[in-house]
């Protein structure tokens, strides 16, 4: 099946920083979301991207389908913004999770 | 505003028992979804379904089963709960867009499922 990678696992930092995290996945996909999942356990949809660019605020996505990765920018970070994002692909399949990317923001 | 629901937020089971996890969203979805969340497993898939009284196996489907009778209720049945099912379990439903695939999941608060 439909592979999908996320790097880096884990990331701190600073408030206020940027930060970008990938996910890389192994064949071709018609959806791919990002997820954010918040300390309390919530999963929060941030974007439906299969293809192009979006941008949500201080959010951003880029999906380059032909070369099967998926960026998810974050700028300012906030406390908030702390938890676990998730990138899911759906192929012939439901939506396959990447393991996440666990997120940190130190005030 | 969209939303899916789940019966319990907390639940504390004993071994052998039988657990129902219930779920419903009121966006009139085809497609629902039972996942089970694990430290470093990330969300594996359980149980789908695309309609009513329709069901799909996901990845782990062993000791479990479903139930889909109404559009949208989708209940997660544990026949004879075990320890290694102590979990965090989330339901989640989305819209079919025809030939784009399926649109935005939407997920529900999780229940955090203990067995003893």
């Known amino acids: 099946g439909i592979q999908v990678e996320q790097s880096p696992p884990d990331l701190i930092l600073q408030e206020g920083a940027n930060s970008t995290l990938r996910c890389n996945f192994s064949?071709?996909?018609?959806?791919l979301q990002w997820f954010h999942q918040n300390p309390w356990g919530q999963l929060i949809n941030l974007f439906y991207?299969?293809?192009g660019t979006k941008q949500n605020g201080r959010l951003s996505a880029t999906t380059v389908a032909t070369e099967r990765y998926s960026l998810l920018y974050i700028s300012s970070s906030q406390t908030t913004d702390s938890g676990v994002y998730f990138c899911a692909v759906e192929g012939n399949t439901p939506l396959v999770f990447g393991k996440g990317t666990r997120l940190s923001v130190i005030a | 505003d969209v939303k899916v629901t789940q019966s319990s937020r907390y639940l504390v089971k004993r071994t052998g028992e039988k657990v129902f996890l219930e779920c419903v969203q009121d966006m009139d979805h085809e497609n629902m979804f039972w996942y089970r969340q694990d430290p470093g497993l990330g969300l594996r898939l359980i149980y789908f379904s695309y309609d009513v009284k329709m069901k799909e196996k996901g990845d782990i489907p062993e000791g479990y089963s479903v139930s889909r009778e109404k559009k949208e209720r989708f209940s997660l049945i544990l026949e004879s709960a075990s320890t290694n099912q102590t979990s965090m379990y989330l339901c989640?439903?989305?819209?079919?867009?025809?030939?784009?695939?399926?649109?935005?999941?939407?997920f529900g608060p999780g229940t955090r499922l203990l067995v003893l």
């Open positions: 989640a439903s989305s819209s079919y867009s025809g030939g784009a695939g399926m649109k935005t999941q939407y």
């Open positions: 991207i299969p293809s």
């Open positions: 064949d071709s996909v018609n959806n």
